[in-house]
């Protein structure tokens, strides 16, 4: 059963960066028929695609956070992060990782981590 976990601080000051890790467990981190996203929900408000990484080569950004946004993976730790640089309290969200596989889309997901950005 793969399965996804998220973790990092929940607690974030205005200005500084966000990073979350997103360990990845029970199935295979490097098969090609996967990449690797970061969504988030603010509160309220509907779910938002911040970025992916692909199983091998270089990672996509919403083009709305893409100057603020970094994703990496660690393939040695079946692990990849964000980070996201000068937040705001708007970027204050559940933020969930999830696995996309290219026959059934976004299949499995982390349970969501909530961090809120204080001013």
């Known amino acids: 059963q793969v399965q996804l976990r998220e973790s990092g601080p929940g607690l974030v000051k205005a200005s500084q960066t966000l990073s979350l890790t997103c360990t990845v467990s029970?199935?295979?981190?490097?098969?090609?028929?996967?990449?690797w996203s970061w969504i988030r929900q603010p509160p309220g408000k509907g779910l938002e695609w911040i970025g992916y990484?692909?199983?091998?080569?270089?990672?996509y950004y919403s083009p709305s956070l893409q100057n603020r946004t970094s994703i990496s993976r660690d393939t040695s730790k079946n692990q990849f992060t964000l980070q996201l640089t000068s937040v705001t309290p708007e970027d204050t969200a559940i933020y969930y990782c999830?696995?996309?596989?290219?026959?059934?889309?976004?299949?499995?997901w982390g349970e969501g981590t909530l961090v809120t950005v204080s001013s």
């Open positions: 029970g199935g295979s981190f490097t098969t090609n028929y996967y990449s």
């Open positions: 990484i692909p199983s091998s080569g270089s990672p």
């Open positions: 999830a696995r996309y596989f290219v026959a059934y889309g976004l299949d499995y």
